[in-house]
């Protein structure tokens, strides 16, 4: 995909949500007002394959959430991760591969209990725009290192869903626990494969 195309799909996928951010805030009763939640969360993962390899993925994300009532929001998120997988540490011979990846989300989030509940489960279904995705892999054979082979995948708009819970920890301030997993590449593309990860973090209503 071309650079204008590109930046055309992501200001596509912001106006969605501001088109249904204002819709919201200014066609809606007064009565049913809504407001608004800022959140922050991470997630890391170690898993040994043997004593000198192992995988490893960690992300970053920042979200913005429009409640139009108690129940339910549109969510506008960014994640920032990379996954690792290194075979023979400290060998002569090994590998390593890094995946970087860049996505834009925007989820329907449906939650159940009142705003003062100190336990609200909740449901997120909706898409992301991958934005960039970069596999890096590099090669060492009898103590030589080779040259970085990097593949890119197009950038694509997927599927998403989640479901999680959050924890009152103040009126104002909450824990937030949950599991997201979205289509690794365009459902149009074979074989289909899903991502997923465990997110943790916090957030804040105003």
């Not at 055309?8 to 200014?26: D, H, I, K, P, Q």
């Not at 939640?37 to 979200?63: L, M, P, R």
């Not at 159940?112 to 590099?138: H, N, S």
């Amino acid at each position: 995909m071309s650079q204008p195309a590109k930046k055309s799909s992501v200001s596509l996928f912001v106006a969605l949500f501001a088109l249904s951010f204002f819709g919201a805030t200014f066609g809606a009763p007064k009565a049913h007002a809504g407001f608004i939640e800022v959140g922050a969360s991470g997630s890391y993962k170690k898993s040994n394959i043997g004593s000198d390899s192992f995988d490893e993925s960690q992300s970053i994300t920042g979200s913005f959430s429009y409640y139009f009532d108690e129940s339910s929001a549109l969510e506008l998120s960014y994640t920032d991760g990379i996954n690792r997988r290194v075979i023979g540490q400290g060998q002569a011979d090994g590998q390593l591969t890094n995946m970087y990846y860049k996505m834009l989300g925007l989820d329907l989030v449906m939650t159940l209990g009142t705003r003062e509940a100190t336990i609200r489960p909740y449901l997120k279904i909706g898409g992301v725009y991958i934005m960039d995705k970069r596999i890096v892999t590099q090669y060492r054979s009898a103590g030589n290192t080779f040259p970085e082979n990097t593949r890119e995948d197009p950038p694509a708009l997927v599927p998403s869903t989640g479901i999680g819970f959050k924890l009152a920890l103040s009126k104002s301030l909450s824990l937030k626990v949950g599991v997201e997993a979205w289509s690794s590449r365009s459902v149009s593309e074979e074989p289909v494969t899903i991502d997923y990860s465990g997110r943790v973090g916090l957030s804040w209503m105003f």
